[in-house]
């Protein structure tokens, strides 16, 4: 199948079967696109939380109490993976000399003006969007593009999922103690395969024409 017919063929999948469990060799390939998903300055201002087990999900759970999210509930408990992507509220100078650090041990620097000049370009980014008051909505939108990739990733290997956003997002920062680490969460998906009761499955793909959407200039 190529690249074409996956996004065609793939959906947001509304009922998992319990019964079935993504492989350890497929777990490490989803792992490995949302460690490697790009960011905006290389920023990587994520942390991933995997449940894969009842005392996970039941804590995940926490955020979905509340009437007006129940119908996000049977996703997580049936899901064989639930991942909740959580942002930085900021990046502070910890989080940004990680960073630097990392891309020093992978070599990323040729010589000490050009790692100079990237650390400069990166501080000027994010000083940017502090200035603006928008850094953690900009933060915040870097998730996506991991959750973009891990969405593609799951559908080139026959898995299906879905990207929840309705969820208590105090609750669930609380339960997983997120305020302590500086984060918040931002989406949660539900991963697996489908149960015969996935009306979505059937259901044929909707999406606007092509001449609306995209424009080649």
């Known amino acids: 199948m190529n690249l074409t017919e996956i996004v065609r063929n793939r959906h947001s999948c509304k009922a998992f079967d319990p019964a079935r469990r993504i492989s350890a060799a497929d777990w490490a390939h989803l792992k490995a696109v949302l460690v490697n998903a790009p960011s905006a300055v290389n920023s990587q201002p994520w942390r991933f939380i995997v449940a894969q087990n009842d005392e996970g999900r039941a804590r995940i759970l926490k955020g979905m109490t509340a009437p007006q999210f129940a ?11 639930t ?21 020093d041990q992978a070599g990323r620097y040729a010589s000490s003006d050009i790692k100079a000049m990237v650390v400069n ?8 969007y502090r200035e603006k008051g ?16 891990l969405l593609l990733g799951a559908a080139t290997l026959g898995i299906d999922a879905c990207a929840l956003e309705g969820f208590d997002v105090e609750a669930l920062d609380r339960e ?23 009306f979505n499955a059937a259901l044929p793909k909707s999406r606007l024409p092509e001449a609306l959407v995209l424009t080649e200039i």
């Open 134 to 149: 928008t850094e953690a909505e900009w933060l915040a939108r870097q998730v996506y593009i991991a959750l973009g990739l």
């Open 176 to 198: 997983l103690g997120l305020g302590e680490t500086g984060h918040t969460a931002v989406v949660v998906v539900t991963l697996g395969y489908r149960a015969p009761d996935d």
């Open 121 to 128: 370009m990166r501080n000027l980014g994010v000083n940017a």
């Open 71 to 81: 119908y996000n509930e049977p996703k997580v408990k049936n899901a064989s993976h």
């Open 83 to 103: 991942v909740v992507l959580c942002a930085r509220k900021k990046l502070d100078a910890d989080h940004l000399n990680a960073v630097q650090e990392a891309e």
